[in-house]
T-cell receptor, first 113, second 120 residues
Framework: DIVMTQSPDSLAVSLGERATINCKSS????????????LAWYQQKPGQPPKVLIY???NRESGVPDRFSGSGSGTDFTLTISSLQAEDVAVYFC?????????FGQGTKLEIK | QVQLVQSGAEVKKPGASVKVSCKAS????????IHWVRQAPGQGLEWMGI????????TYAQKFQGRVTLVTDTSTSTVYMELSSLTSEDTAVYFC?????????????WGQGTLITVSS
């Protein structure tokens, strides 16, 4: 199975500041035939299902604010929130869908400093 | 709009089975794969399996092989997840999720989740 490891486990950032979450996969999730990274990012708030923010590592889902961005390729990925807003307090997960079983990072809890 | 509506919370005794439903609407049911993911209290996400509502092909996570069954009812646009031989370790919120309208197996749409509590 592909192991997804996020860092840090928790993060406290001041309002308006940048938040950066990292995700490392134990195997390459870049598919050579289509040159796509099979990596998504989700935001989850208490009592709600996760919500997709980013897919193909860097494509922003429709309706997601442009302060959210994804980058990286192969085995190393980053989710960046350029200017933290109060409503961004949540847990963030990375997810590889390169192969089954799909696997997820352990989650990063983002709070306001 | 696309909606996945799951059945309600249940309490089960150890050793019992549970069947959770996921009713789809707002799209052609047979056109998109459905995944099941669970989340233990305060924990991360765990993929359980995937089913093709069109051809009924399915793949299960090895961890759940022999204990989980995914079936579809195309007449009601519903996917069912049955988990048997429950233990306290199966206490979790169970989600169904659908793939996006284009290629890629990430989860664009989610059910609201169903809490299954296993307790004697």
């Amino acid at each position: 199975d592909i192991v997804m490891t996020q860092s840090p486990d928790s993060l406290a950032v001041s309002l308006g500041e940048r938040a950066t979450i990292n995700c490392k996969s134990s195997q390459n999730v870049l598919y050579s035939s289509d040159n796509k990274n099979y990596l998504a990012w989700y935001q989850q708030k208490p009592g709600q299902p996760p919500k997709v923010l980013i897919y193909w590592a860097s494509n922003r889902e429709s309706g997601v604010p442009d302060r959210f961005s994804g980058s990286g390729s192969g085995t190393d990925f980053t989710l960046t929130i350029s200017s933290l807003q109060a409503e961004d307090v949540a847990v963030y997960f990375c997810h590889q869908y390169y192969t089954t079983p799909h696997t997820f990072g352990q989650g990063t809890k983002l709070e306001i400093k | 709009q696309v909606q996945l509506v799951q059945s309600g919370a249940e309490v089960k005794k150890p050793g019992a089975s549970v069947k959770v439903s996921c009713k789809a609407s707002g799209y052609t049911f047979t056109s998109y794969y459905i995944h099941w993911v669970r989340q233990a209290p305060g924990q991360g996400l765990e993929w359980m399996g995937i089913i093709n509502p069109s051809g009924h092909s399915r793949t299960y996570a090895q961890k759940f092989q022999g204990r989980v069954t995914l079936v579809t009812d195309t007449s009601t646009s519903t996917v069912y997840m049955e988990l048997s031989s429950l233990t306290s370790e199966d206490t979790a919120v169970y989600f169904c999720a659908r793939e996006p309208p284009w290629s890629g197996s990430y989860y664009a749409y989610w059910g609201q989740g169903t809490l299954i509590t296993v307790s004697s």
